[in-house]
């Protein structure tokens, strides 16, 4: 059984930083693509980064710069740090996995297993 689970979460001011984890439980996140999704209110969920099962990381054009993907293979677990935080940042960050697979597909549906959510807040 493949559980996601985030943590990390919380509310800063423009400008801050926070680091987002997802521990998991059944899953060799070392060998498998691993994501990063989040969903404001009223909007789709979207991607924000990946980590494939080469080790290549990547970005989407929103958090370049800013947002940091990273896995600790050790501990199953993978990191999203963001700095330099802003409103527009604001919403449920999730998790993700495309159920064994090394390469990370960039449809929302191809991602079979997910985590419960963290709430990002970016205040002005």
């Known amino acids: 059984q493949v559980q996601l689970r985030e943590s990390g979460g919380g509310s800063v001011q423009a400008g801050g930083s926070l680091r987002l984890s997802c521990a998991a439980s059944g899953y060799p996140t070392r060998s498998y693509c691993m994501a990063w999704f989040r969903q404001a209110p009223g909007k789709e969920r979207e991607w924000v980064a990946t980590?494939?099962?080469?080790?290549?990381?990547a970005y989407a054009d929103a958090g370049k710069g800013r947002f940091f993907i990273s896995k600790d293979n050790a501990k199953w677990t993978l990191y999203l740090d963001m700095k330099s935080l802003k409103p527009e940042d604001t919403a449920m960050y999730y998790c993700?996995?495309?159920?064994?697979?090394?390469?990370?597909?960039?449809?929302?549906?191809?991602?079979?297993?997910w985590g419960q959510g963290s709430q990002v807040t970016v205040s002005s």
């Open positions: 993700a996995t495309p159920s064994y697979r090394r390469d990370c597909p960039s449809g929302v549906a191809d991602y079979d297993f």
């Open positions: 980590f494939d099962g080469y080790g290549n990381p």
